[in-house]
């Protein structure tokens, strides 16, 4: 199985700043990556998938990168909403797993 | 509008079976990978299984050989059969909506299982 390692597994930000999430796969997976967001209580939200490509109705200011090992998720200006936890996912191969994790916290 | 609405959740006792469905509109589940992914209470997500239009399946090594996985298209549902159930198997079992470039765009609600004595 391929590990998905996310780091860190928590920050905490202010209203504005630039934000940084990574995600680093155990093996290459190209670039079969997705991004979620999840708010307590809630089901995921899809972000991003394909590494870089964002969902419909996604705000611009998050953005995926990275190919094979190492992939990215930024989001430019944090904004209120955009407190959660935010999870990637490979889905080169089966069984497809996911990342521990991040948890933005207001600082 | 792409809606998935599960149900079929609650509490069971191990070794007890539940089966979960997946009620699905806006479009039609044969065209599409239909998913189910778990969450633990308090803890990540795990992905358990996934079909696709032709019938071939695919599941997490921890519940193959206990989880089935099937559709009925005239309902455009999908289902999870969940026999031999343990204590582990407690989580949120969300349904998603894939296909070949995008594993989950769409989710459902989730609904909690319940494994205990």
């Known amino acids: 199985d391929i590990q998905m390692t996310q780091s860190?597994?928590?920050?905490?930000?202010?209203?504005?700043?630039?934000?940084?999430?990574?995600?680093?796969?155990?093996?290459?997976?190209?670039?079969?990556?997705?991004w979620f967001q999840q708010k307590p209580g809630k089901a995921p939200r899809s972000l991003i998938y394909g590494a870089s490509t964002l969902q419909s109705?996604?705000?611009?200011?998050?953005?995926g990168s990275g190919s094979g090992t190492d992939f990215t998720l930024t989001i430019s200006s944090l904004q209120p909403e955009d407190f959660a936890t935010y999870y990637c996912q490979q889905y080169f191969s089966y069984p497809l797993t996911f990342g521990g994790g991040t948890k933005v916290e207001i600082q | 509008e792409v809606q998935l609405v599960e149900s079929g959740g609650g509490l069971v006792q191990p070794g007890g079976s539940l089966r979960l469905s997946c009620a699905a509109s806006g479009?039609?589940?044969?065209?599409?990978?239909?998913?189910?992914?778990?969450?633990?209470?308090?803890?990540?997500?795990?992905?358990?299984?996934?079909i696709y239009g032709d019938d071939t399946t695919y599941y997490v090594d921890s519940v193959?050989?206990?989880?089935?996985?099937?559709?009925?298209?005239?309902?455009?549902?999908?289902?999870?059969?969940?026999?031999?159930?343990?204590?582990?198997?407690?989580?949120v079992y969300y349904c998603a909506r894939g296909?070949?470039?995008?594993?989950?765009?769409?989710w459902g609600q989730g609904t909690l299982v319940t494994v205990s004595s």
């Open chain 1, 8 to 34: 860190p597994s928590s920050l905490s930000a202010s209203v504005g700043d630039r934000v940084t999430i990574t995600c680093r796969a155990s093996q290459v997976i190209i670039n079969y990556l997705a």
């Open chain 1, 57 to 63: 109705g996604v705000p611009s200011r998050f953005s």
């Open chain 2, 99 to 106: 296909w070949e470039l995008d594993p989950h765009d769409y």
């Open chain 2, 64 to 91: 193959k050989g206990r989880f089935t996985i099937s559709r009925d298209n005239s309902k455009n549902t999908v289902y999870l059969q969940m026999n031999r159930l343990r204590t582990e198997d407690t989580a």
């Open chain 2, 27 to 50: 479009f039609t589940i044969n065209n599409n990978y239909m998913n189910w992914v778990r969450q633990t209470p308090g803890k990540g997500l795990e992905w358990v299984s996934v």
